[in-house]
């Protein structure tokens, strides 16, 4: 079965560059996506396809995906970016189920 | 605009059911997948599965398999997920989410608690 594995925390200061990965075998060959999850809301996206920015996600969210790790990154990090950040991909076995990493906590 | 709008908070006793609606508005609901998900108190997001409104066709997490069903109704516009020998490992926000690009919009979220 196919893993998605994420770090638990990541810690930044205000204004400082944040990078989450979310590692698979081969994950570069798949389309990941980013939520950003905070205490009490609905989860919303953040990335699609790898590195595609929503409509009226800023421009300091950015994604990329190569190789083995999938990265999200957030520029000039500000304190309402504090979140929880899932990465999911989709995995077809023989038919197709959605992965979620296990999320890590962004701490600024 | 889009918006997806669930059902209230739900309470329940191990081995009961429960029923969540997620009711769309503001595109064709026939032609997205519904999915869902649920989020146990400090844990990740989990998926539980997909609906297709447009035939009907689902996929569900294995795990789930057996107790989990989805439906949808186009004359309301309106998703449903049952779930059924409820335990308490099943207390959880269950969300529903359309499926465009990843999922770009969700609903509020249920509260589900298994309790005896």
């Known amino acids: 079965s196919y893993v998605v594995s994420q770090p638990p925390a990541v810690s930044v200061a205000p204004g400082e560059t944040a990078r989450i990965t979310c590692g698979g075998d081969?994950?570069?060959?798949?389309?990941v996506y980013w939520y950003q999850k905070k205490s009490g809301q609905a989860p919303v996206s953040v990335i699609h396809?790898?590195?595609r920015r929503p409509s009226g996600i800023p421009e300091r969210f950015s994604g990329s995906n190569s190789g083995n790790t999938a990265t999200l990154t957030i520029t000039r990090v500000e304190a309402g970016d504090e979140a929880d950040y899932f990465c999911q991909v989709w995995f077809s076995p023989d038919h197709p189920i959605v992965l979620f990493g296990g999320g890590t906590k962004l701490t600024v | 605009q889009v918006h997806l709008v669930q059902s209230g908070a739900e309470v329940k006793k191990p081995g009961a059911s429960v029923k969540v609606s997620c009711k769309a508005s503001?595109?064709?609901?026939?032609?997205?997948?519904i999915s869902w998900v649920r989020q146990a108190p400090g844990l990740g997001l989990e998926w539980m599965g997909w609906?297709?409104?447009?035939?009907?066709?689902?996929n569900s997490a294995q795990n789930l398999q057996g107790r989990l069903t989805m439906t949808t109704d186009t004359s309301t516009n309106t998703a449903y997920m049952e779930l059924r020998d409820l335990t308490s490992d099943d207390t959880a926000i269950y969300y529903c989410?359309?499926?465009?690009?990843?999922?770009?919009?969700w609903g509020q979220g249920t509260l589900v608690t298994v309790s005896s």
């Open positions: 609906i297709s409104p447009y035939n009907e066709n689902t």
């Open positions: 081969n994950i570069g060959q798949k389309s």
């Open positions: 503001g595109y064709a609901f026939v032609d997205f997948a």
């Open positions: 396809i790898d590195s």
């Open positions: 989410a359309r499926d465009l690009l990843g999922y770009d919009f």
